[in-house]
């Protein structure tokens, strides 16, 4: 599976400024699919903020896009946003993107669909939460929006698993694999 630098993600100082452009309940950072497209609509009653690439302004959320983002800003928004959706792309089933590793590294609370790649790599309810279709999209988002002390500790025990999903990691991994390391 991917991985990440966790000295990338490590939140800058935020100002009052980023506090009151990135807060919002819910964030999606990716480029458009006509399935995230989709899933979107069916939580854009909640306070919905999209970033990522431009082909946004032309989709029915483009009322909800707010441009493109650097990674420092994107862990400005994953700290800021109180629940961070991961979409993988279809029709892939079995591994996951890097988000799935950006969002806990910089410190959110990760919402992802489920693929089963993810098995092993973070425990679903306590690392990560996990939706399966459009219902439970929406009731996770309810249920973690008024639940925001197990919210902040399922992100804070994905941001400690993160850790173990690293680049130096998985390099030694791939080494001691070949038998070089």
């Known amino acids: 599976p991917a991985a990440v630098d966790p000295d990338f993600y490590k939140l800058p100082k935020l100002t009052q400024a980023d506090i009151e452009k990135y807060s919002c309940d819910v964030c999606f ?23 990522g690439w431009p082909n946004w302004k032309k989709s029915s959320l483009a009322s909800f896009y707010n441009g493109p983002l650097s990674i420092s800003e994107m862990v400005k928004l994953y700290n ?15 591994g996951v993107n890097l988000r799935s590793f950006e969002i806990p590294a910089a410190g959110g609370f990760q919402l992802s669909d489920y693929r089963k790649g993810i098995n ?16 439970e999209l929406r009731n996770k988002i309810k249920f973690y929006l008024d639940n925001e002390d197990l919210r902040k500790s399922i992100a804070l025990a994905g941001q400690r698993r993160v850790q173990d999903h690293t680049l130096d990691k998985r390099v030694k991994s791939m080494l001691t694999y070949l038998k070089v390391y």
């Open 120 to 135: 092993g790599l973070f425990e679903q309810g306590k690392e990560i939460e996990i939706f399966k279709n459009e219902d």
């Open 80 to 94: 800021c946003a109180k629940i961070c959706i991961n979409i993988n792309l279809e029709p892939i089933t079995d």
């Open 29 to 51: 950072v990716g480029a458009r699919y006509p399935q995230r497209e989709k899933l979107l609509n069916t939580v854009k009653d909640f306070n919905l903020k999209i970033y």
